[in-house]
């Protein structure tokens, strides 16, 4: 099965988001062609989440699953550190006061 380079991927999520009137923006730019892709979602009330995605290997779906939240310098500190173990991974932090993040849609949870 064909895969989305990360590149393509990304700015096709960020366009998604520009149609519902969320803001987004690539905080860390990694390999355009097979970067991990963490989301940072930023409520804007001093806490914040970071998804990735992961592999199950039972199923072999692919779905988002929370890698860190709380307060948002607690998982500021956890992308840190996940960036220092992977250089390559692309962040794209989403700013919405409502939680929405669109990683559950069609064709951005699989």
């Known amino acids: 099965m ?6 393509f991927w990304v700015q096709a999520y960020l366009a998604r988001l520009r149609l519902t009137d969320i803001p987004a923006f690539v905080v860390a730019h990694g390999d355009d062609t ?3 892709v ?3 979602l930023n409520t804007l009330d001093g806490q914040a ?6 592999f199950d290997l039972m199923s ?11 307060a948002e310098a607690d998982v500021d500190a956890a992308l840190a550190r996940q960036r220092g173990f992977d250089s390559d991974a ?3 932090e989403v ?16």
């Open 38 to 40: 963490l989301v940072k």
């Open 60 to 70: 072999g779906e692919r779905r988002w699953v929370v890698l860190s939240e709380g």
């Open 34 to 36: 097979a970067g991990a």
């Open 90 to 92: 692309w962040v794209i």
């Open 95 to 110: 700013e919405d006061r409502q939680g929405r993040h669109l990683l559950d849609e069609p064709g951005l949870s699989e």
């Open 2 to 7: 064909m895969r989305l380079t990360a590149e």
């Open 49 to 54: 989440k970071v998804f990735e995605r992961s």
